[in-house]
């Protein structure tokens, strides 16, 4: 006889409050990155990087009991629905997508505090970026926490921002570059830092993927454009 899938059940509800959990926890190591970046603050970059260990344990954590979830699920017969399935994996990629995530906000400070004596005037576009990419990782996680699959889209849109921001910040370092109203090491780390916050942005948005297939079984995939969501396969 298949076991009951009530145990199960509270089990999955558990990794996904850990996962919620890791996710505020990577937006946290971000801020901190960002705050040691602006306010040149070699404390608060070693601060944010150190949770970098954390968040690798948990990562492993969370990998580890979703595997024996589905083993144990599988050995006693549970009959879990489409959904709790679903739930599992969605776990699984987003763990992974937000262990990524950190990584950058780790280089993100390390940068900081390898610059945190230097005289960059971060523009007023740089900053609205970073903060613009921490509203992602939050919109991301409450998205993952409420299950809210048109908060997952938004998050999408956003991705479209970040990169109009990145384009904006790097065109203007180019020009006061060759002016000589910028240093090239300073534009140098306007440059990597910019491309680390699109990089942040692209894994929020595999993250928003994954709640919108979560709720609605829809696979969302990105087009030159803008972003499709493909039709349901039919039911055999």
Known sequence: MPTSPEGFI?????LKRELVAQGRRVQTMLEAAFEAL????????DWAIAQDDEVDLVDVRIEQHSVQLLTDATRQGAELDATQLRTVLMVV???NELERAADVASDIAARAKADATAAVVYPDTFRVMANSVIGIVRDANTAIARN???????????????????????????????TGHLRPDAAFLLHETANDCELIADHCTNIAEQVIYLTTGSIVRHTEANWVQLPQPPKE
């Not at 509270?10 to 558990?14: F, G, K, L, Y």
């Not at 699959?149 to 180019?174: G, T, W, Y």
Request: no cysteine.
């Open 10 to 14: 509270a089990r999955i509800d558990h």
């Open 38 to 45: 602006f306010e040149r603050s070699a404390n608060r970059a």
């Open 93 to 95: 990629k987003v763990n």
């Open 148 to 178: 809210d699959p048109a908060l997952a889209k938004i998050v999408l849109q956003s991705q479209h921002a970040v990169a109009a921001f990145k384009d904006a910040v790097l065109r203007d370092a180019e020009a006061k570059l060759a």
